[in-house]
């Protein structure tokens, strides 16, 4: 069963407008962890946010916010003000911590492109 | 603050040969881990280690694949008797005892012709 969806494979936003890509994730477990990971052209995956299940207040790093709902299981990545430096590739991904240690479960990712 | 290294960026090689990969991760960091990661997709746990303690593998990482960590500080991922499947992005991550956000590499491109 998959763990991490994210429903969409590609957005397009403009150029300091604001964009929000979908994550749901499915555990059984109370203690969980949340991230976003960036991944340029370039391949390197460059951590964004996290967000622990028992955090009551929604992470912010900069222009990167993370909407938490807990009872729906989502954990949506919220850029403000794009910019053209933006556009990459973005992964959700959970860390579980029971039966699966600390690995990182990933999605399939969001291709996001900033356009003028 | 130095990141997380990875030689060689890009190895090219030819079905049944053997590779190596070394990781160098975050100094202060006593978890690494090895992730591959296909085209057009997430990446996928392969193995994780405490300290030069192989903790955990994942059911990918058939016996062809070997990973070490001898002393606790950088590791290797050898594939051996390569195949087509194999070819993939390697990527490494490392993280400390406080927080659980994993570092990753700039990762090993691998292309078996």
């Known amino acids: 069963a998959q763990k991490i969806t994210q429903t969409q494979p590609g957005m397009f936003v403009q150029e300091k407008e604001a964009v929000t890509l979908d994550c749901t994730y499915d555990t059984s477990d109370q203690s969980y962890g949340l991230f976003w990971y960036k991944q340029p052209s370039s391949g390197e995956m460059i951590f964004l946010i996290y967000q622990g299940s028992y955090d009551e207040q929604n992470a912010t790093e900069g222009r990167y916010s993370l909407n938490f709902q807990k009872a729906r299981k989502s954990a949506n990545l919220v850029i403000s003000a794009s910019q053209l430096g933006d556009s990459a590739m973005y992964f959700c991904?959970?860390?579980?911590?029971?039966?699966?240690?600390?690995?990182?479960?990933f999605g399939t990712g969001t291709q996001l492109k900033v356009e003028l | 603050d130095t990141g997380v290294s990875q030689n060689p960026r890009h190895k090219i090689t030819k079905r049944g040969q053997n590779v190596t990969f070394r990781c160098d991760p975050i100094?202060?960091?006593?978890?690494l881990y090895w992730y591959r990661q296909t085209l057009g997709q997430g990446p996928e746990f392969l193995t994780y280690?405490?300290?030069?303690?192989?903790?955990?593998k994942s059911r990918l990482l058939s016996d062809r694949f070997s990973a070490e960590r001898p002393k606790g500080s950088f590791s290797t991922l050898e594939i051996q008797r390569t195949e087509q499947g194999d070819s993939a992005m390697y990527l490494c991550?490392?993280?400390?005892?406080?927080?659980?956000?994993?570092?990753f590499g700039p990762g090993t491109r691998l292309t078996v012709l």
């Open positions: 100094s202060e960091h006593n978890r």
């Open positions: 991550a490392s993280s400390g005892t406080r927080t659980d956000t994993q570092y």
């Open positions: 991904a959970m860390r579980e911590s029971t039966g699966g240690g600390n690995k990182l479960t």
């Open positions: 280690f405490q300290n030069e303690a192989q903790l955990e």
